[in-house]
């Protein structure tokens, strides 16, 4: 009930703020002029204060649609037909939080043995046994982190709790080291977020087969007729493994030592947002040419704008029509776009003046929107208007596979800055990404005029 209270507060709360943005756009529409410097940055401030409250409700809602789920379950009967004993929502939890916190213990444990062995520091019996159970040779020169197989729900973690928020909602995500840097990746990625994420144990080519037949129909014929013949077009994509590295990572040796278990939580973050960012900058804008094909060069131009240095109503509805219907359902397709022209559209109107943007969220506490279209905030896309450039994209962004290959390797480096008492440790994680396309473009871009 305090959840619910708490979130009811904060609706409440930003419902002031909605209407002032409204006020905002209403004025800068009906004199047909631009921001002030000073509405400027007060425009600016009210979108942060808006959006910060509808990222505190998701947690908030999330954490409530937790607790249904928990309750729900945990009814049937045991592998010996006894039926099972139906816990108590905190019983769950204390059971779930045990659970968890031997298992990350023991990764945690693992990965300061490895780390006290690299320094030359006696490994304790915990620490032996931790190596043991989750087969960490602590000798080696390298630790492998092995990233988690159940990335969609990674996604919902990352997209439902933030880490930061203890309080609501942040002491339900799981704070081991393989977890930070799924949730580091997934921070500095907009396409990780929308995408769909494959894991495979070698790094050898990746071949996805595929077909077209959308060209093809069948006849009508009368009795005694024989059937034609219509062959079928088959075609591969391919994902290879391109190797990435997060640059090295300086750690005194002071903080090797008397901090180990931080450490790990410090390093995650840091080897997540560093190989995050360059992987998000190719998987958006990359060539093919010995890199990711990227999801602006894969995709297909659906709309143009009629101008080159702003955009309306008609061009996003015109690039929503320009993906096939077959694609353009909805829980399928969303937005993608830089937080900057997310603000500019915040200004449009359809033509009975109803704001593009939110929908029921401006005043609900509903997911917002994009014309009734959910959205994914990809800051490796174009941040202003200019001719040209590709400013949004609308589809099945699911459609763009990525393609990691198993573990991230940690290395240490010792001689390099002995002179300062420091270490160094740098990861190399091997991916590829491409937008799964068959001909029919399951994602469009909407272009500026050149």
Not at 211 to 240: C, H, L, M, P
Request: aromatic share 8%.
């Amino acid at each position: 009930m305090s959840q619910l209270m708490t979130a009811k507060r904060l609706r409440e709360e930003r419902a002031p703020l909605a209407k002032k943005i409204r006020e905002h756009a209403d004025l800068l529409s009906a004199e047909k002029r631009d921001f002030t410097p000073e509405e400027k940055t007060n425009w600016e401030s009210l979108n942060a204060d808006y959006d910060s409250r509808t990222r505190q409700i998701e947690i908030l809602e999330r954490a409530e649609e937790t607790e249904r789920d928990q309750l729900q379950r945990g009814e049937g009967q045991t592998p010996d037909g006894a039926p099972k004993v139906r816990l108590t929502l905190k019983e769950r939890r204390e059971r779930d939080e045990e659970r968890r916190l031997r298992d990350e213990g023991m990764y945690e444990r693992a990965m300061q043995a490895w780390m006290r062995r690299q320094l030359g520091e006696p490994l304790g019996k915990q620490h032996t046994r931790a190596c043991e159970r989750m087969k960490v040779n602590p000798a080696r020169r390298t630790f492998e982190i092995r990233l988690r197989r159940d990335v969609p729900q990674m996604k919902r973690e990352f997209r439902a709790l933030d880490a930061g928020i203890t309080g609501s909602g942040g002491a339900l995500v799981p704070q081991g080291f393989v977890n930070n840097l799924e949730k580091a990746l997934l921070s500095y990625s907009g396409l990780r977020q929308a995408a769909e994420t494959i894991r495979t144990d070698t790094g050898e080519e990746l071949p996805w087969p595929t077909v077209n037949d959308t060209s093809n129909k069948g006849a009508r014929i009368g009795a005694n007729v024989t059937v034609s013949e219509q062959d079928v077009t088959f075609g591969r994509i391919y994902w290879r493994a391109y190797k990435y590295t997060s640059k090295m990572v300086q750690v005194p040796v002071e903080l090797l030592q008397d901090s180990a278990f931080d450490l790990s939580v410090w390093l995650s973050d840091l080897l997540g947002e560093r190989i995050g960012r360059i992987q998000n900058d190719e998987f958006t804008t990359g060539t093919g040419a010995s890199m990711p094909n990227g999801l602006i060069n894969a995709a297909a131009v659906g709309a143009t704008t009629a101008a080159n240095n702003a955009v309306s109503t008609d061009d996003f509805i015109k690039l929503e029509h320009s993906v096939d219907p077959a694609y353009r359902q909805k829980g399928m397709c969303s937005y993608m776009l830089h937080d900057s022209i997310k603000l500019q559209t915040r200004l449009l109107k359809d033509s009975y003046g109803r704001y593009l943007w939110g929908g029921g969220g401006l005043n609900t506490g509903a997911m917002d929107t994009l014309n009734d279209w959910p959205f994914f905030i990809n800051q490796s896309m174009a941040s202003a208007f200019a001719g040209s450039a590709y400013i949004v994209s609308f589809g099945q962004h699911q459609k763009y596979k990525i393609r990691d290959v198993g573990t991230i390797r940690m290395r240490r480096l010792v001689e390099r800055y002995a002179d300062n008492d420091e270490e160094g440790f740098v990861a190399f994680m091997r991916s590829d990404g491409n937008l799964l396309d068959a001909g029919t473009h399951p994602v469009k871009l909407l272009q500026m005029h050149s």
